[in-house]
């Protein structure tokens, strides 16, 4: 069956196992993990492409995906259960040959080509699940399109020193790409990829296929895809963006975007300009003791509140008990915080537990910078009465 032709449709991958967040994604996708008090890593890609206008979105999953497919359910938080587009959540599937895995962000889209041809796009825009922006991809289209460009590559201007962890785009004056270096030693340029594309489909698709057939192939856009196009004298342009963006790879990464929504005047202001949006369960009001003290905080809605709080988010539903002490921390939606316990720059996690009189965490100038990190607490888990968590400590 052929729908309506569509402009553009969005790919999003969001299949990864995301290792280095370790316990907060033993059983969870990585796009399903929390942030900001009430949204997961999803809600942005899926709010920036219905603000783009672009209603067809194929969401590519894989790793740990039930609580993922569950929270995306129809689409319709997004305003994306239209019956001509809408959003689609694409697993690996049997095949008569073999049953295979996605073995790489290219293979994931080769898989799905299918899916893609039933629209009949003029081009594809492919994105991660597990970035932190916002951004109207209808003005990079409008871009990709006044340059009639086979590829498009959304790219943040780094600071030099930074740029060797990013896979670097080197251009012409007029933004053309004629080089991809993948985090180079000695970097020519400071534009780094965002893992945002926008292709030509026509292009894309031959190249998918050709990609699949070669052993040799790692079946990835940035190792293999991008450069055989830059090699072919396909127009690859790079189109620049200014605004925030982090990828929440890590520990680290998830616990400082979440402090930097925080402040009269955030790096990130995650309530102004365009509304993300989520999957929003019921929950009343947040209830604050008389003797609880909030500075500088995110209280999200259903939350109880007696103990003290600095400088954090609490999710929904949470507790924080009598006595307690939250400082620079994310505490993940559910999370009940027992009487008297100290938690100072941590992420305790979804479902969890931390019983009275626990110690988590401490400040950095406590610690010698190569023994301090984040205190983490992983999802369901349980912290027993007086139990003390060092800096960087996983439980």
């Known amino acids: 069956m052929l729908?309506?032709?569509?402009?553009?449709?969005?790919?999003?991958?969001?299949?990864?196992?995301?290792?280095?967040?370790?316990?907060?994604?033993?059983?969870?996708?990585?796009?399903?993990?929390?942030?900001?008090?009430?949204?997961?890593?999803?809600?942005?890609?899926?709010?920036?492409?219905?603000h783009s206008g672009i209603d067809t979105v194929g969401i590519l999953t894989q790793y740990q995906p039930l609580q993922l497919n569950e929270y995306i359910g129809n689409g319709m938080p997004w305003g994306l259960n239209s019956s001509n587009g809408g959003i689609h959540v694409l697993s690996p599937y049997s095949k008569s040959e073999s049953s295979e895995w996605y073995k790489g962000t290219a293979n994931a889209i080769f898989q799905n080509i299918s899916f893609i041809d039933r629209y009949d796009p003029d081009n594809v825009l492919i994105l991660s699940g597990d970035h932190i922006y916002k951004m109207d991809y209808a003005e990079m289209l409008r871009a990709h399109n006044k340059k009639k460009a086979d590829c498009t590559i959304a790219v943040l201007d780094v600071p030099i020193e930074e740029a060797s962890r990013f896979g670097i785009m080197n251009t012409k004056g007029d933004g053309r790409v004629i080089e991809f270096e993948e985090k180079p030693k000695n970097p020519k340029s400071t534009k780094a990829s965002m893992g945002i594309y926008i292709f030509k489909w026509s292009v894309l698709?031959?190249?998918?296929?050709?990609?699949?057939?070669?052993?040799?192939?790692?079946?990835?856009?940035?190792?293999?895809?991008?450069?055989?196009?830059?090699?072919?004298?396909?127009?690859l342009f790079a189109y620049?963006?200014?605004?925030?963006?982090?990828?929440?790879?890590t520990i680290d990464s998830l616990w400082q975007s979440n402090m930097d929504i925080l402040g009269d005047d955030p790096e990130f202001d995650l309530f102004d300009g365009e509304k993300i949006y989520s999957r929003n369960y019921a929950h009343p009001s947040s209830y604050i003791a008389k003797g609880a003290k909030i500075v500088n905080s995110y209280i999200a809605e259903g939350s109880t509140v007696y103990g003290n709080v600095y400088?954090?988010?609490?999710?929904?539903?949470?507790?924080?008990?009598?006595?307690?002490?939250?400082?620079?921390?994310?505490?993940?939606?559910?999370?009940?915080?027992?009487?008297?316990?100290?938690?100072?720059?941590?992420?305790?996690?979804?479902?969890?537990?931390?019983?009275?009189?626990?110690?988590?965490?401490?400040?950095?100038?406590?610690?010698?910078?190569?023994?301090?990190g984040i205190a983490v607490v992983g999802k369901d888990k349980v912290v027993p009465q007086n139990r003390i968590l060092l800096p960087k400590e996983i439980f």
């Open 3 to 50: 729908f309506r032709k569509k402009d553009c449709i969005a790919m999003i991958l969001a299949g990864g196992q995301g290792s280095r967040l370790m316990v907060l994604t033993e059983n969870t996708a990585k796009p399903a993990v929390p942030f900001g008090g009430k949204y997961r890593l999803i809600d942005f890609p899926l709010s920036n492409c219905i």
């Open 240 to 249: 620049s963006f200014e605004g925030y963006w982090k990828d929440v790879g």
């Open 205 to 235: 698709r031959k190249y998918l296929i050709a990609d699949n057939e070669d052993p040799t192939s790692n079946n990835d856009f940035g190792k293999n895809i991008i450069p055989k196009l830059i090699d072919d004298q396909y127009k």
């Open 311 to 372: 400088n954090s988010i609490i999710s929904t539903g949470c507790t924080v008990g009598k006595n307690a002490e939250i400082s620079n921390s994310f505490v993940m939606p559910n999370a009940q915080i027992g009487r008297n316990s100290v938690i100072k720059y941590a992420i305790i996690g979804e479902d969890s537990v931390v019983n009275a009189n626990a110690r988590i965490g401490d400040l950095p100038e406590f610690y010698d910078k190569s023994k301090w």
